[in-house]
Nanobody, 121 residues
Framework: QVHLVESGGGLVQPGGSLRLSCVASGSILSIVVMGWYRQAPGKERELVASINSGGSTNYADSVKGRFTISRDNAKNTVYLQMNSLKVEDTAVYYC???????????????WGQGTLVTVSS
């Protein structure tokens, strides 16, 4: 079993900043990729940013220059620093990880439970 736990969501004013964290735990041999997705009310879930084990990153156009994804491999943790937040960034943010299981060497895709980010004045 592999689990992801997100934290750091909350209410922030437009132009403000938040940092999300996601910690992976369980039977982990290696974490291949970690990413953040978001889902706004009435919309489909979308990729926000991802980072692979080598540190290569990928961002949605809507957050480039404002959000930064990073990871601490020793802590099995991924972060999302969100600056210059906009009302349209309001959503539930989900962490996702692609993990090689220590138990059976299977590749697993695991989701966290989500954390709400609300950008409002």
């Amino acid at each position: 079993q592999v689990h992801l736990v997100e934290s750091g969501g909350g209410l922030v004013q437009p132009g403000g900043s938040l940092r999300l964290s996601c910690v992976a735990s369980g039977s982990i041999l290696s974490i291949v990729v970690m990413g953040w997705y978001r889902q706004a009310p009435g919309k489909e879930r979308e990729l926000v940013a991802s980072i692979n084990s080598g540190g290569s990153t990928n961002y949605a156009d809507s957050v480039k220059g404002r959000f930064t994804i990073s990871r601490d491999n020793a802590k099995n943790t991924v972060y999302l620093q969100m600056n210059s937040l906009k009302v349209e960034d309001t959503a539930v943010y989900y962490c996702k990880a692609g993990v090689e299981s220590r138990t059976n060497f299977a590749y697993l895709e695991v989701w966290g439970q989500g954390t709400l980010v609300t950008v409002s004045s």
